[in-house]
């Protein structure tokens, strides 16, 4: 209940509920925020992520031309469980790294308070995705059907508020950043979907990459 109060009060009214976490100096009940989303976005996500493994498989078996040796992963309740753990496990490692970057261009931008308030922005700025999440999958679902006019009808309805909370994170978290390290929102922005986000896409990109990768040879061999 308590992830559910806290969903909503970033959502419904982020600069207060920015404002009543600022001197909150524990640790623990943001990581379990974390958790419980992370756990919750990969019930979506892990069809895509499958789907991702299975096209790096059949490059690679094209490549090697080996393609009638190597099949695709099998989409059954085994290996999406397996898939699901390790991804939600692989993720929340992850978003450790993501926000140490973010945090390391909120010293340069002369951020005031400590690694723990970044943690609790880029965290709880997450909130969004707990409804786009399943939105994103519903289009995913979709993209087969794109030539049936019903499909496109719902694609468009589905697409407009899944835009709409996608910029909203961009404020949510923008925002959160700002009041929490007390910086102008401009380099809050800029820490995060700039300089942030282009560093991120170099080494996280690359460690995603590798770690799906490994998922897909151990399942070959």
């Known amino acids: 209940m308590r992830v559910v109060e806290e969903v909503k009060g970033v959502l419904l009214n982020p600069k207060n509920f920015f ?54 992963i099998p ?8 898939f699901y753990f390790s991804l939600a496990f692989i993720f929340i490692l992850l978003s450790f790294l993501r926000y140490w970057i973010t945090h390391w261009f909120v010293l340069l931008f002369k951020g005031k308070r400590p690694y723990r308030e970044t943690y609790k922005a880029m965290v709880y700025g997450k909130a969004p995705e707990y409804i786009t999440a399943p939105l994103f999958l519903a289009l995913l679902l979709l993209l087969p059907f794109i030539t049936n006019p019903i499909a496109i009808v719902a694609m468009v309805i589905i697409a407009i508020p899944f835009i709409a909370l996608s910029i909203y994170q961009i404020y949510i978290k923008t925002i959160g950043l700002a009041k929490l390290q007390k910086i102008s929102n401009l380099k809050s922005f800029l820490s995060i979907y700039v300089l942030g986000f282009i560093t991120q896409l170099l080494i996280v990109g690359v460690i995603e990459l590798i770690l799906l990768l490994i998922l897909a040879f151990v399942y070959i061999f």
């Open 75 to 82: 989409l059954n309740l085994t290996t999406y469980a397996i």
């Open 19 to 72: 404002k009543k976490i600022e001197k909150d100096k524990t640790f623990s009940k943001h990581f379990v925020f974390l958790v419980i989303l992370v756990f919750f976005v990969m019930l979506f996500l892990t069809y895509t992520y499958i789907q991702q493994i299975n096209q790096y498989i059949n490059i690679f078996a094209q490549q090697l031309g080996i393609e009638h040796i190597i099949g695709q």
